[in-house]
């Protein structure tokens, strides 16, 4: 029962048999295959050259998987033993299908070179840990097929993936970003941090109550980023806009209006008051120039004009709250 949770569960690779190794490299050629082929198919309609690419590596994956399996039916016939990556204690893990779909193109070129590269070193060390020369000779030839592999992917990109169309891919995932993540955390983080500090501010210099204040904020940051989440989920699907997932959308900008809000909310649970807003004032400048540098940096928006739009903007926004609350 709790066999799962200890590393003890999985065998060493000391206690794996010729055949048993033989055995283990042909399921993990075929595990890298799906994993190829799962990446092909999550980038195909976005990014197709890289996906060519994924499938090409698939295919030879399978190429030798075949190879090793006709190794093994000469020395030790047609069965073939059950032995997994996760029944060895040294091999290395890969990730699952439903982790494989939330991958960037980029981070998907640079997990395959990962898997080759670690698939090397795994066999080199299972290798060097060997006693029996023709294991030893089996492992290191298992080696160099591995080190193949890692080359082959690098040919691959050169093949399919000239650096005119890589640009335009690298630009394709950044829009991606920008439009699923950045524009709407940007949004939620602006209204949160700027549409939150009347009431607060009011309420602080109103009631002289940090604890009050701080009740204000928290119902205000809270349903603040509710609001802006389903909005932001609600309105636009993204099909037609091409702006992703509308559930990433919505949880990119409801979480970053609540935070945006309690940024200067947290400074009211310190029970001095002078000291709680003095700290929330500072919280509150840094924030704007956050929001300037975000729009600055993923927007391109000049920075002066940035700062000018989201600084003055807020310092109104302050003042009026400072205003009404000593009305």
């Known amino acids: 029962m709790f066999s799962r949770f200890f590393s003890s569960a999985k065998r060493p690779l000391a206690s794996l048999s010729e055949q048993e ?10 595990d890298d295959g799906r994993i190829y082929l799962a990446y092909a198919d999550a980038l195909r309609g976005d990014y197709p050259h890289s996906a060519k690419i994924f499938e090409d590596m698939a295919e030879e994956e399978s190429h030798h998987r075949q190879m090793l399996i006709d190794q093994h039916t000469a020395r030790f016939g047609s069965r073939i033993p059950l032995v997994r990556r996760e029944h060895v204690r040294e091999f290395p893990e890969r990730k699952p299908d439903w982790l494989i779909r939330t991958l960037s193109v980029d981070e998907a070129r640079k997990q ?13 060390q299972a290798a060097a840990n060997s006693t029996d020369a023709a294991t030893r000779k089996l492992l290191g030839n298992l080696a160099l097929a591995e080190k193949a592999h890692e080359g ?19 630009e394709t995932a950044r829009r991606s970003l920008v439009l699923t993540w950045v524009q709407p955390g940007l949004a939620g983080l602006m209204d949160g941090s700027v549409s939150t500090l009347a009431p607060i501010f009011a309420a602080a210099f109103a009631t002289g109550d940090t604890f009050q204040t701080f009740l204000v904020g928290l119902s205000a940051s809270v349903g603040a ?20 997932s509308p559930i990433k959308r919505g949880l990119a ?57 989201v600084v003055l903007g807020g310092a109104l926004v302050l003042a009026a709250g400072i205003l009404i609350g000593n009305a």
């Open 112 to 124: 395959a070179e990962v898997m080759e590269e670690a698939a090397h070193r795994f066999y080199l």
């Open 253 to 309: 900008s409801g979480i970053m209006t609540t935070i945006g809000g309690l940024g200067h909310t947290l400074p009211y649970l310190i029970p001095n008051f002078q000291t709680a807003t003095a700290i929330a004032i500072a919280v509150v400048f840094v924030e704007l120039w956050a929001i300037a540098f975000i729009q600055n940096k993923y927007m391109e928006t000049p920075f002066f004009k940035a700062t000018l739009q």
């Open 152 to 170: 082959l992917a690098h040919r691959l990109v050169e093949k399919h993936l000239p650096e005119e169309i890589k640009a335009g891919e690298d």
């Open 21 to 30: 190794v033989l055995a283990l490299a042909i399921s993990n050629e075929e």
């Open 225 to 244: 980023g509710i609001s802006m989440g389903f909005t932001e989920a609600a309105h636009d699907d993204g099909v037609i806009s091409g702006r992703g």
